[in-house]
């Protein structure tokens, strides 16, 4: 044979070896894959589940009777502290694989939903959250449950008797306000009305905490490691429960709020969370970045890989065809269509329409006066002061008909839509929300001379300027005449009033 025939040989051999451990790899994923479904479809609350070689588990210290071995062992979270897969299809046909089935942020009030975290190819995970202990306490007098440890009085949730067992799960670091345990979430009640061992309970936060069972974690992947063109990429693929709101998990010191299902990657001092369906919103360093499906945001990691040392990127469309092997419609609960990539030059869009179809997003915004111009008729007995405030805070929640604010702190009095509980509403209109924009055109113009009858007119509009600020203008025309006896006379006056609304 030619030396050219012995070189076509040889490529022909090659590609059918490519060929055969191409098939081989495709038949390991796929199996791989139902194995999950197949050992693990039954998985509890707060439970992991073995799925395929190889995994290795480190149990956390001081427990006794772990096992967790073989392909369908269960453990609670509880009992884990971390997981090792590897990925080594090619020298040993192992692809370990693995199932979280976490609580996370959810009701107790909703056992059945869960967070399922799905771990596969080369990935190694670490329990972040303490050793969780609670406590049965008694109520000796009757105690407010309050939303936080202070003694506010708009943070009272209710009021259980005196007598009543509750139990307990965390502490603030003074032992003064022991976290208990509500049926719809938690609360916080004094000491001071509590019998029973709250010194061993562990000190937690009292603003956002993650302590739920593995609700933060510390994790590395493999990166561009997939053994064939049928398997993905090392990571790990987590789904919340469909109508459950927004999952919060802390990641490598990363905020994360999922409502759907998301993909996650950290290797080299990189960290990658990719949303494939439904919409993300991450957070480090200060930085918040909302997600919607079809792309991801990287953060840059410090040298321990468990903290974040940079911010989040901004949205940018992922790459469908290499994330398109992820197991989204076989291995996961609810089977998952993988969205689009979002083309880079309609992410801005998607950010609107997904956060915010009626405006602007839902949450705490500050207002802060940027102009106040006022019109005093030289003849006025000067009533005319600016009363107006220069800066507060309220919620800002948008529907599809109109703006609710509600007064947080600070003093709201700008408004003569504010009711007395602390709310204004504003329908929406082509302007925006309030009134229309020939309104302000209309009142802009000098008062009414002393021999006009009283009057006050005026028109404020809130429009929207991007998704997390706002713009307000109120324009107001009056005159009033005083006639007690100590006064007579007229006022007469005219207010452009404007400010900005910004998201905290």
């Known amino acids: 044979m030619s030396r050219l025939g012995l070189l076509i040989s040889a490529i022909l051999l090659l590609l059918a070896l490519t060929a055969q451990a191409q098939d081989s790899c495709s038949a390991e994923i796929g199996a791989a894959f139902q194995s999950i479904a197949d050992r693990c479809a039954a998985l509890g609350r707060n439970q992991a589940c073995y799925a395929n070689a190889l995994v290795e588990a480190v149990p956390r210290e001081g427990i006794e009777g772990f096992s967790f071995r073989s392909p369908g062992d269960v453990v609670t979270i509880d009992s884990l502290q971390s997981l090792t897969l590897a990925n080594r299809l090619a020298e040993a046909d192992e692809w370990g694989a693995a199932v979280l089935s976490l ?26 959250t303490p050793a969780r202990v609670t406590r049965d306490l008694v109520l000796t007098s009757n105690g407010r449950i309050r939303s936080t440890p202070t003694t506010q009085a708009d943070n009272v949730l209710r009021v259980l008797n005196s007598g009543s067992r509750v139990t ?32 061993s309970l562990v000190s937690v936060a009292a603003e956002e905490s993650f302590d739920m069972p593995m609700q933060a974690f510390y994790f590395t992947t493999g990166v561009g490691d997939r053994p064939c063109l049928e398997a993905p990429d090392s990571g790990i ?99 998952v269509i993988l969205a689009s990539a979002v083309p880079q030059e309609q992410v801005a869009e998607a950010i609107q329409t997904t956060f915010a179809p009626y405006g602007a997003l839902d949450g705490l915004y500050e207002f802060v006066r940027t102009s106040a111009e006022v019109f005093v008729e030289q003849s006025s007995m000067g009533y ?6 220069s800066s507060f805070t309220a919620r800002l929640n948008f529907s599809e008909d109109a703006l609710t604010l509600i007064a947080v702190s600070g003093d709201p009095w700008f408004s003569s839509n504010f009711y007395n509980d602390g709310r204004f509403v504003l329908p929406r209109t082509t302007a925006g929300f309030g009134s229309e924009d ?39 025309s009056t005159h009033f005449r005083l006639t007690n006896p100590e006064f007579t006379g007229h006022y007469a006056c005219r207010y452009t009033y404007r400010a900005v609304w910004k998201k905290n």
Not at 384 to 389: K, L, M, P, T, W
Not at 440 to 459: I, T
């Open 438 to 476: 020939s309104l302000h055109d209309s009142y802009a113009v000098p008062p009414r001379q002393a021999a006009a009858p009283p009057f006050w007119n005026n028109a404020e509009t809130i429009k929207v300027t991007s998704f997390t600020e706002l713009v307000y203008q109120r324009t107001e």
């Open 237 to 335: 693929l987590i789904q919340t429960p469909e109508g459950a709101g927004s999952v919060e998990l802390l990641a490598n010191g990363v905020h994360i709020a999922l409502g759907s299902a998301a993909y996650l990657q950290a290797s080299d001092g990189l960290m990658t969370v990719a949303v494939v369906e439904g919409r993300g919103i991450i957070r480090a360093s200060g930085i918040t970045q909302y997600l919607p499906a079809g792309t991801y945001s990287t953060i840059a990691l410090d040298e321990t890989g468990r903290s974040p040392s940079g911010t989040p990127t901004y949205p940018q469309p992922y790459d469908f065809e290499r994330l398109k092997a992820l197991p989204t419609e076989i291995a996961l609960p609810r089977p």
């Open 168 to 199: 307990a799960d965390g502490r603030t670091a003074a032992g003064d306000w022991i976290r208990i345990i509500l049926s719809d979430g938690k609360g916080w009640v004094s000491s001071s009305v509590v019998s029973g061992d709250t010194d």
């Open 103 to 128: 609580q996370a942020n959810l009701p107790d009030t909703l056992p059945g939903q869960n967070v399922i975290l799905l771990l596969f190819g080369a990935v190694s995970i670490e329990n972040a």
């Open 384 to 389: 005319c002061a600016n009363f107006y405030s």
